[in-house]
């Protein structure tokens, strides 16, 4: 919501002076809440650390001391109390059943006015028509998704014409890099079946 804009104006041929008051938010010393602490919202953690953020989480079980110490993160029992507090929300859980349309137009009224909410996710942990009312009525700051419903949105949906949103095609994976290691992890797999081994990435049914 600072960078997109940004870029356009140093880019337009328009543009004769950047203005002085136009200013970001700050993330250092910001407080940041993750909606599931599995191992990538584990990993965001370690990330927000080194920017000295506070961090919130809300997870269905509580991680070990040790791990919370490590990257100074404190337990949401309940999930309102995470979004209340939190200068940024980021979605890192799942879809489910449970979690279809998690933040809708409630979870949003109770998110500070000045917050961004960041859905890394899937498209539909998100009620999106909730979310185009709040951005449009300023409940909340701004919105960043990596993830919509559907894939592309259409070409009209009105969430492509708000200014307080960056929405990028499901590219959080998206490297040379991790592609190479995804299909590895692939690979690895198929040999432990066929050997009749344990399999490293089983996912085994809740």
Same mark, same amino acid.
């Given at each position: 919501?600072?960078?997109? $804009? /940004? @870029?356009?104006?140093?880019?337009?041929?328009?543009?004769?002076?950047?203005?002085? =008051?136009?200013?970001?938010?700050?993330?250092?010393?910001?407080?940041?809440?993750? &909606?599931?602490?599995?191992?990538? /919202?584990?990993?965001?953690?370690?990330?927000?650390?080194?920017?000295?953020?506070?961090? +919130?989480?809300?997870?269905?079980?509580?991680?070990?001391?040790?791990?919370?110490?490590?990257?100074?993160?404190?337990? @949401?029992?309940?999930?309102? =109390?995470?979004?209340?507090?939190?200068?940024?929300?980021?979605?890192?859980?799942?879809?489910?059943?449970?979690?279809?349309?998690?933040?809708?137009?409630?979870?949003?009224?109770?998110?500070?006015? %000045?917050? %961004? +909410?960041?859905?890394?996710?899937?498209?539909?942990?998100? =009620?999106? =028509?909730?979310?185009?009312?709040?951005?449009?009525?300023?409940?909340?700051?701004?919105?960043?998704?990596?993830?919509?419903? $559907?894939? $592309?949105?259409?070409?009209?949906?009105?969430?492509?014409?708000?200014?307080?949103? &960056?929405?990028?095609?499901?590219?959080?994976?998206? %490297?040379?890099?991790?592609?190479?290691?995804?299909?590895?992890?692939?690979?690895?797999?198929?040999?432990?079946? +066929?050997?009749?081994?344990?399999?490293?990435?089983?996912?085994?049914?809740?």
């Amino acid at each position: 919501f600072f960078f997109h $804009p /940004g @870029c356009q104006i140093a880019l337009s041929p328009d543009t004769k002076s950047f203005a002085v =008051d136009w200013l970001g938010v700050e993330v250092s010393r910001a407080t940041l809440g993750i &909606i599931g602490m599995g191992n990538i /919202g584990y990993k965001v953690a370690q990330r927000a650390r080194a920017f000295s953020m506070r961090i +919130l989480y809300h997870n269905r079980n509580q991680r070990r001391k040790e791990e919370e110490e490590a990257v100074g993160a404190h337990y @949401c029992e309940k999930m309102e =109390d995470l979004l209340q507090q939190s200068d940024f929300v980021m979605l890192v859980v799942n879809l489910t059943s449970e979690t279809h349309k998690l933040i809708g137009r409630r979870e949003l009224g109770l998110m500070k006015p %000045t917050a %961004t +909410l960041i859905n890394i996710s899937r498209g539909a942990v998100i =009620d999106q =028509d909730a979310l185009v009312e709040a951005l449009q009525n300023k409940v909340i700051r701004a919105a960043a998704l990596d993830v919509t419903h $559907p894939e $592309p949105l259409p070409r009209d949906h009105p969430l492509l014409k708000l200014q307080n949103i &960056i929405i990028t095609p499901h590219i959080g994976t998206a %490297t040379g890099q991790a592609t190479y290691m995804m299909a590895e992890e692939a690979i690895a797999n198929i040999l432990a079946v +066929l050997r009749g081994q344990p399999i490293p990435s089983e996912v085994l049914p809740k």
